[in-house]
């Protein structure tokens, strides 16, 4: 099949060989100023169709020309919200690992968070009542843990305390609990997670360090200056003993695309479409960044259900849910402060930092969001 490319190449050839075979006047009957400005609507016209057949956008500030670059935004998928406890299809099992596979991942988790093999009391392929992610739920009197049941990858496992013999003098100091920190993510984390996480949140679960008996930890993975939340690794632990309360692992990959859309062209886009959803809202403040988001159904919902998305009715009584890809791509985030005297109203949008498109949102300020994570008073990770 031909590429975009291939087929401009030979439009252009042809456009060539017609210019040097017949006489100019046949074929172009008019004035030398407006034989140029026929030839270029004559391109621009196919460019467009070609566009437009093949899902395509030109980006205009790329340095490299007549480079094309594929959309990745498509509509939201709508379905119902399911019963956790009805059973997948029979095509759904045939996507999951066994019941035994399950089993033997069930008993690594365990080995991983330095626990020995346990008796197995339930084990329940299901599907999560959001995400409609099929999961492998496996309890044991030492813990609960939750496999991802496409891959076995492990997305959780919960240790009650009863497993641990809690030591009287468990206090310690929020500089000693940063370095256990450090050194429980070196031992815990498997060669896929390798690479550098940064330390974005570190709080515990009493109101003194002397008090607390358990510690959590959020890492977030690093790509240069950029951190993304979508890889996670979170740890929960009791300490002096250094037992692990809690470990839960997100593993969503950034795709690590290009930047190819300036600042000033994401503000114009998301400005765009912003006068086509809020036509009486006057902006009052604008502020972008990039970041590392995973596309979402936010806009979507923002676009098309207006009222009912301002009034936060999704998620709740009509069983009904929207779902994107879980696709996680550097963005600008474009967040915009209304002009509104009754209330304050803040969206930001997420633009697509190589196609230009808007792949999902938020209705928060999410610099804001950022700044209060940081300026926490119980967190200690900075």
């Given amino acids: 099949m031909k590429t975009d490319e291939v087929y401009l190449q030979e439009i252009y050839k042809k456009q060539e060989q017609v210019m040097n075979t017949k006489k100019k006047d046949d074929f172009y009957p008019i004035k030398k100023k407006e034989k140029k400005w026929s030839f270029i609507k004559l391109v621009a016209t196919f460019v467009l169709t070609i566009g437009i057949t093949f899902g395509i956008v030109y980006a205009t500030n790329i340095n490299k020309k007549n480079e094309l670059v594929e959309k990745i935004w498509k509509e939201p998928k709508q379905y119902e919200l399911g019963n956790q406890k009805v059973p ?5 099992k045939t996507k999951c690992i066994s019941e035994e596979e399950a089993r033997m991942e069930g008993d690594k988790a365990l080995e991983r968070i330095g626990l020995e093999k346990d008796e197995i009391l339930s084990i329940r392929l299901e599907k999560d009542y959001f995400s409609q992610k099929n999961e492998w739920h496996i309890g044991s009197n030492k813990a609960s843990i939750i496999l991802d049941a496409k891959t076995g990858e492990l997305k959780s496992v919960q240790v009650p305390t009863w497993n641990y013999c809690i030591p009287y003098h468990y206090g310690i100091t929020r500089q000693e609990a940063k370095k256990v920190a450090r050194e429980l993510l ?6 896929e997670e390798e690479g550098e996480y940064e330390l974005v949140k570190l709080t515990r679960n009493m109101e003194t360090d002397e008090a607390s008996y358990i510690w959590y930890a959020q890492f977030y993975k690093k790509y240069g200056e950029l951190s993304n939340p979508y890889e996670e690794i979170y740890i929960g632990w009791i300490p002096t003993i250094n037992g692990i309360y809690t470990l839960n692992i997100k593993k ?11 600042k000033e062209k994401a503000i114009e886009i998301a400005k765009q479409k912003d006068q086509q959803i809020e036509p009486n809202q006057d902006i009052k403040k604008i502020e972008a960044e990039i970041r590392i988001e995973q596309m979402n159904e936010e806009i979507y919902l923002r676009e098309n259900f207006k009222e009912k998305y301002d009034r936060h009715e999704f998620n709740k009584f009509d069983g009904i849910q929207y779902q994107t890809e879980e696709r996680v791509r550097k963005v600008w985030c474009v967040a915009l402060e209304y002009d509104n005297m009754e209330k304050e109203e803040k969206y930001t949008y997420f633009v697509d930092c190589t196609t230009g498109e808007i792949i999902g949102g938020s209705r928060w300020n999410v610099f804001e969001n950022e700044k209060i994570m940081k300026e926490d008073p119980y967190n200690f990770a900075l």
């Fill in 88 to 92: 997948l299809t029979e095509e759904e």
């Fill in 186 to 191: 070196e031992k815990l984390r498997t060669e």
């Fill in 252 to 262: 969503g990959k950034y795709e690590n695309n290009p930047e190819k859309i300036t």
